[in-house]
């Protein structure tokens, strides 16, 4: 398969792109950094700066469009937000752009989302059939997701990524959580009952090849494990696998004052349900966080 994949160079990216070029796919990456492309993939990746390369000739038989400015890092300002919104809504309309000028559609487009659309507050499970919440992170993800849904106007199947808390050892949430915890200063965050709907980054790469390669697959998906825990389960289960304690808890005041509006991001959550995903028959390695933690590793 001919593939474009734009946040190629990213902690889920860097996976896929490995993963696709295991499996013999032809691999192009937009990045704003096409040095770091052969830097982190050598030679065998096409890399290109931005979509002014796309010509009517081009052909792609499939797109995987994970870009987007890191959400939790910053503080929100107006700026931020912008910058937040044109990563992922701007690059994908400009996806759409190029897709129209094309003479050959790409079969699929596979486009990124979080479960963030739910919202944060919320005690009911969340299946694909829930209604969007309307935090900013919410209409963030519903607008990115309508973005790319206009590719099915196109004839494009369109699968929408509706992605969990995404682990691995080599990168996001776990990494930046190993060093206090390794030091035993995990903590849980305020009282600990938030749920956590996170997913083993080698099933997030199987279900994302599961429905780039199922035809019939179309729409919106849970990425994430079957079994979410609380803030609390989560904080002891890492613990114990780095064989530390996790006795502290950080007050919710104190993230609120830190993080002001990014505080429901940690202290809120929603259980997230994979229901389209297991409907569809796939499998997931790595169901229970004890045994994704043991594999942090794993591919
Ligand atoms: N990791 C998670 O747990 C998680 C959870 C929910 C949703 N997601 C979503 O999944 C996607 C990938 O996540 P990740 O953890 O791999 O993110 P990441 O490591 O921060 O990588 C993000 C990628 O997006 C590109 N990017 C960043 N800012 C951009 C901008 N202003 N314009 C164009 N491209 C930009 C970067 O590519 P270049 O620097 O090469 O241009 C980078 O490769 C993101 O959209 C994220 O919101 C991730």
Known sequence: MRVLVTGGTGFIGRALVRRLRARGDAVTVLSRNPASVAAVFGNGVTAWRDLAEWTPETAFDAVINLAGEPIVDRPWTAARKRALRDSRIGVTERLLQAMRQSRQ????LLSGSAIGI????????????MA????????LCADWERAARAAESLGVRVCLLRTGLVLHGDGGLLKKMQ???????????????QPMSWIH??????ALLFLLDEHGCRGAYNLTAPAPVSNREFT???ARSLKRPALLATPAWVLRAALGQRAPMLLGGRRVLPERLLAAGFRFRFPELTDALAHAESD
């Open 118 to 129: 739910y919202g944060n507050d919320g005690a009911d499970p969340a299946t694909e059939s």
């Open 179 to 193: 060093l206090p915890f390794a030091l035993g200063l995990g903590s849980r965050l305020g009282d600990g009952r």
């Open 105 to 108: 559609k790409p079969a699929v």
């Open 132 to 139: 969007a919440a309307d935090d900013f992170g919410a209409v």
């Open 201 to 206: 980054r080698g099933d997030y790469l199987d």
């Open 236 to 238: 002891e289960t890492l």
